[in-house]
């Protein structure tokens, strides 16, 4: 096998994150002594997620590259939040009818729709914080909410990059054989992942539908395809 190349030695993610501080930079400086348009914000925010979609597809998938690009968003990309657009109480009324987000509502509890001790469609409980007609969610609660949430997509983005930089590596690794044999075992995990959720949909599984293969049906599965081959052979 080749020597690992560590995730640290990727030096292009490091030229990656000065560039994109250069633009941001440069996009601040553009906007002193005028408003920028929205053609201008929207052209920009393109370019900065091109960037990083590029230097992540080096590493990655481009599937894993564009969700990758959304989780490490630049500040510049985000803006604020767009609830301090609304005041504190068409904000509380926004929620209020939003009631599958609220923390007591039947979908977040995991309960039956008909559920009394939940919010529903209908009504609130009077445990949950939207039951009273009129109420006022102010300025520093949206922006903490924002920020938190920003803060926990960009440690995920973080530990995703990492562990794809760390795949990259051992993929560059490997030798030629090596690498074939793992393109043979995706494509046959592909192919019984397939097999599985036609089962599944057919309810071959049961009445109710299973989030991952059982052992039992995969062993079933891959008995029948070894007699499929013994056949034609």
Same mark, same amino acid.
Request: proline share 4%; hydrophobic share 25%; glycine share 4%.
């Given at each position: 096998?080749?020597?690992?190349?560590?995730?640290?030695?990727?030096?292009?993610?490091?030229?990656?994150?000065?560039?994109?501080? &250069?633009?941001?930079?440069?996009?601040?400086?553009?906007?002193?002594?005028?408003? %920028?348009?929205?053609?201008?914000?929207?052209? =920009?925010?393109?370019?900065? *997620?091109? &960037?990083?979609?590029?230097?992540?597809?080096?590493?990655?998938?481009?599937?894993?590259?564009?969700?990758?690009?959304?989780?490490?968003?630049?500040?510049?990309?985000?803006?604020?939040?767009?609830?301090?657009?609304?005041?504190?109480?068409?904000?509380?009324? =926004?929620?209020?009818?939003? #009631?599958?987000?609220?923390?007591?509502?039947?979908? =977040? *509890?995991?309960?039956?729709?008909?559920?009394?001790?939940?919010?529903?469609?209908?009504?609130?409980?009077?445990?949950?914080?939207?039951?009273?007609?009129?109420?006022?969610? %102010?300025?520093? &609660?949206?922006?903490? =909410?924002?920020? %938190?949430?920003?803060?926990?997509?960009?440690?995920?983005? &973080?530990?995703?990059?990492?562990?794809?930089?760390?795949?990259?590596?051992? #993929?560059?690794?490997?030798?030629?054989?090596?690498?074939?044999?793992?393109?043979?075992?995706?494509?046959?995990?592909?192919?019984?992942?397939?097999?599985?959720?036609?089962?599944?949909?057919?309810? %071959?599984?049961?009445?109710?539908?299973?989030?991952?293969?059982?052992? #039992? #049906?995969?062993?079933?599965?891959?008995?029948?395809?070894?007699?499929?081959?013994?056949?034609?052979?």
């Amino acid at each position: 096998m080749k020597p690992l190349k560590l995730p640290s030695e990727f030096k292009e993610f490091n030229i990656l994150a000065k560039r994109i501080a &250069e633009a941001e930079s440069k996009v601040s400086a553009e906007k002193v002594g005028r408003e %920028e348009t929205v053609h201008e914000y929207i052209h =920009k925010c393109a370019e900065l *997620r091109h &960037e990083r979609v590029i230097e992540y597809e080096k590493v990655m998938s481009t599937t894993d590259a564009l969700h990758l690009c959304y989780l490490m968003s630049t500040d510049y990309e985000i803006g604020g939040p767009y609830e301090l657009r609304l005041s504190p109480e068409e904000r509380y009324q =926004k929620r209020k009818k939003d #009631w599958q987000h609220h923390d007591t509502s039947w979908c =977040k *509890r995991n309960m039956p729709m008909n559920d009394e001790n939940s919010c529903n469609y209908l009504r609130c409980i009077p445990a949950c914080r939207y039951y009273p007609d009129e109420g006022r969610i %102010e300025d520093d &609660e949206v922006i903490k =909410k924002h920020e %938190e949430y920003w803060a926990e997509q960009r440690r995920k983005g &973080e530990e995703m990059l990492a562990q794809k930089q760390k795949e990259h590596a051992e #993929w560059i690794a490997l030798t030629e054989e090596e690498r074939e044999q793992r393109r043979q075992q995706r494509i046959q995990e592909m192919k019984e992942n397939e097999a599985w959720q036609m089962a599944n949909q057919r309810g %071959e599984l049961g009445p109710i539908n299973q989030l991952t293969p059982p052992q #039992w #049906w995969l062993d079933q599965y891959r008995r029948h395809k070894q007699q499929e081959q013994q056949r034609v052979l």
